[in-house]
């Protein structure tokens, strides 16, 4: 089983980073592969609407986007990592996150997603929502933990002193790791659930 982590922060080696890590080393020790991008530092641009991807199956700005896609689709997971800037999530992570959801017609149904969130004091939980939306819209379950997926800290050295913090990411890897080896039980043994498609509905008319 392969989860997919994305680092979302400018800082390749900084706290959002360490608290990755800290849920990469779990998931690793309970037998499931990772890769990391580093998308934070990248220059992505939002989606411009030119539905191209509704008949290429791609976005038009081939870039880490599809790239990201190919690699999304051989996986079971999908962790993504922010740190917060006035209480929302990274603007590069969230045109990334656009584009990305948009624009990639893989399956992403019942693939785990996943959140965690590096802040110096607070704007986290609302970072958090923005991000768990993307999972939502896209029948996607969410790993939890046992507080709020967060870290706190102004270097990546308080972030390893935020005891609490690291216990969560720890718990964070463990029940993700759980949820995916649990949904693959499930599907030899139930199949996955039936997804009902083709209504849109539209208040204009």
Known sequence: MRV???????????????????VEKILNQEGIETQTLQIGNLEIRGCIACNY????KKCVFDDVVNESAKIFEQCDGLLIGSPVYYSG??????????????????????????????SRRAGSTSALDEIYKYF???????????YWNEVHGFTKEDVLNDKEG?????????????????????????GLPQI???????FMK
């Open 4 to 22: 997919l982590i994305l680092n979302g922060s400018p800082h390749k080696d900084g706290c959002t980073s360490t608290a990755l890590k800290e």
């Open 53 to 56: 991807c509704k008949e290429h």
């Open 89 to 118: 999530a990274s603007g590069t992570l969230l045109s990334f996150l656009d584009r990305f959801f948009h624009s990639s017609y893989i399956k992403k149904s019942m693939k785990v997603g996943a959140a965690i969130l590096s």
């Open 136 to 146: 939502g819209i896209s029948n996607m379950p969410i790993a939890t933990s046992t």
């Open 166 to 190: 690291v216990q969560t990411m720890h718990n964070l890897a463990r029940n993700m790791a759980f949820l995916m080896k649990s949904i693959e039980l499930g599907k030899k043994e139930y």
């Open 196 to 202: 009902e498609t083709g209504t849109f509905t539209n």
